[in-house]
């Protein structure tokens, strides 16, 4: 067995393992990433889209925010169609300037994979057998890698191996307490190389269920329906559902969608998933290891963004300062931010789905409640403020003296 040190062990390549080892290696902190699947895997799978104003300053610190500067589509507003009617959220204007940025997740991991490339730091990708221990003392990863077997000795484990990997797994079970809610649907969604219908997102309450109007860039548009988890993504061919998602939809929306074939078709299924605490000892739980959010308020690679901006801070304060501040707070100032916005991707997907046990009564309160919202600058504030992200303060790494 081959054995290796360094500061920070870093189990899962996807946003928040690549981001955290980004912003470690700009504080000159030595730390190695472990990926269970292939490069190609990690940079293919497709997610969701819209970055937050802190997200995407926390990528400009990072150093990895070139293609995003000139990619990225800033959007000011986000459209809501109900009882067949559109009404235009104006974020900027409610929320004192701010805005959300369309990129994809999958083009952040791309940026952020590119990095690391040039930069020559370690990675693992196609590791077998993962296993991580003693992370209350003495922290070890023991893995295989194209048939040597490894053994990582390293002061702390970040656990940003999603909602599968072994690092919750790890945890002793009456060490750690779970909160979760499964919804009964799940998001069709498809890719296509077409213009979007709008400028600006639509979200759609309709009476034959849930619909999403996204885009990836001004020629390549992402699109979903609600349909029952019980649906099969092979039933559904591609005309399918472009006349299922008109269904849904607006006349004047209908009549600009252009169609196209899918390069991408999945049915994801709904859940809120919230892990307490996000810190064992050595080891800290961070994005999808720890929690999870419905799709619906487009928080869940920003709440991973926020875990690592924590998390980040927390080490480098470590190995600069020496102070354990941070690694104390972690999970506390992690937790408050990711309840929140568990709280809203709740609400939002309670306000524009339809639940097979609702009755008709339910569907019209909820109406009601949307109609109030759209209604209301309040009621548009509220909303508004919560989908733009909720702030929490990112620390410049240039007020640190790199690590030695």
């Known amino acids: 067995m081959q054995t290796m040190k360094t500061k920070v062990a870093i189990i899962g390549s996807g946003p928040a393992g690549l981001l955290l080892g980004q912003l470690l290696y700009k504080a000159g902190i030595e730390h190695v990433i472990v990926e269970q699947r292939s490069a190609d895997y990690v940079a293919s799978r497709i997610r969701a889209g819209i970055l937050e104003q802190v997200s995407v300053d926390l990528l400009e610190q990072a150093g990895v925010d070139q293609n995003l500067k000139e990619k990225g589509l800033p959007h000011s507003g986000i459209e809501i169609l109900t009882n067949g009617q559109k009404f235009r959220v104006d974020l900027s204007a409610l929320t004192q300037g701010k805005q959300v940025t369309v990129y994809g997740q999958t083009e952040v991991t791309k940026d952020l994979m590119q990095a690391r490339e040039q930069a020559g730091l370690c990675s693992f990708y196609e590791s077998n057998d993962v296993q991580i221990h003693d992370f209350y003392n003495a922290p070890k990863v023991t893995f295989e890698s194209n048939g040597t077997h490894y053994q990582i000795e390293c002061d702390f484990i970040a656990g940003c191996d999603g909602y599968h990997g072994v690092c919750r797994a790890s945890v002793s079970q009456d060490k750690i307490k779970t909160f979760e809610k499964v919804y009964p649907f ?12 709008a400028d600006e997102l639509i979200y759609v309450q ?26 099969h993504v092979e039933n ?48 800290f739980l961070a994005g999808d290891a720890a929690h999870i959010v419905p799709p619906t ?74 109609s109030y919202i759209l209604g209301s600058t309040a009621g548009q504030t509220t909303l508004a403020e919560n989908y733009v992200g909720l702030p929490y303060e990112i620390k410049p790494l240039d007020h640190l003296k790199h690590a030695s």
């Not at 309709?206 to 649906?231: H, K, W």
């Not at 559902?241 to 899918?262: A, I, M």
């Not at 809120?272 to 605490?277: A, G, W």
């Open 297 to 370: 308020g487009a928080k869940g690679l920003n709440l991973a963004a926020s875990d690592i901006a924590y998390l980040s801070s927390a080490l480098i304060e470590f190995y600069t300062q020496g102070s354990e501040q941070g690694i104390d707070q972690y999970s506390e100032k992690c937790l408050q931010r990711v309840w929140k916005a568990e709280r809203f991707s709740w609400w939002m997907t309670h306000l524009l789905h339809r639940f097979e046990t609702e009755s008709e009564f339910d569907h019209k309160i909820k109406q009601a409640e949307l």
């Open 206 to 231: 309709s009476e034959r269920g849930f619909a999403l109007c996204s885009m990836r860039s001004e020629t390549r548009s992402r699109y979903y329906i609600q349909v029952p988890l019980t649906d």
């Open 186 to 197: 799940g998001w069709l969604g498809v890719l296509a190389d077409v213009p979007p219908v």
């Open 236 to 283: 559904w061919s591609d005309d399918q559902f472009w006349e299922e998602l008109k269904n849904r939809l607006d006349p004047e929306s209908r009549e600009k969608l252009v169609t196209g074939p899918s390069i991408e078709k999945s049915i994801a299924p709904l859940r809120s998933f919230v892990t307490e605490p996000m810190r064992f000892g050595k080891l």
